[in-house]
């Protein structure tokens, strides 16, 4: 098992930037997919970013392509998401979260299929 803890979220305004950090216990976090999920409120929870277990492979939400980035350091056990750029409508809470694979090139986007998530950071973007 892993446990999950994000930190890194808080206020900013439109244009900012702000990194979050996903660091990993119990499990190595190199065991796993990992990615990022936001959920706004009254909004289902929806898939931001993914990386492969070596960090290779990397996929994203099309409305954060080229301002967000998704990395990893296995040696450090944490997953990073580095966002750019930030807009009103990224504001949400964000979720860590890994899906156990054999397959060290798989980015997974399916959020059911991911077994583990952190308890979430809020976002605030202001206009």
């Known amino acids: 098992q892993v446990q999950l803890v994000e930190s890194g979220g808080g206020l900013v305004q439109t244009g900012g930037s702000l990194r979050l950090s996903c660091a990993a216990s119990g499990r190595t976090v190199n065991n796993y997919a990992m990615g990022w999920f936001r959920q706004a409120p009254g909004k289902e929870r929806e898939f931001v970013a993914a990386?492969?277990?070596?960090?290779?492979?990397?996929y994203y939400k099309n409305s954060v392509k080229g301002r967000f980035t998704i990395s990893r350091d296995n040696a450090k056990n944490t997953v990073y998401l580095q966002m750019n750029s930030l807009r009103p409508e990224d504001t949400a809470v964000y979720y860590c979260?890994?899906?156990?694979?054999?397959?060290?090139?798989?980015?997974?986007?399916?959020?059911?299929?991911?077994?583990?998530w952190g308890q979430g950071t809020q976002v605030t973007v202001s206009s």
């Open positions: 979260a890994a899906a156990g694979t054999e397959l060290h090139t798989l980015v997974v986007v399916n959020k059911r299929s991911y077994g583990y």
């Open positions: 990386i492969s277990r070596i960090g290779g492979n990397t």
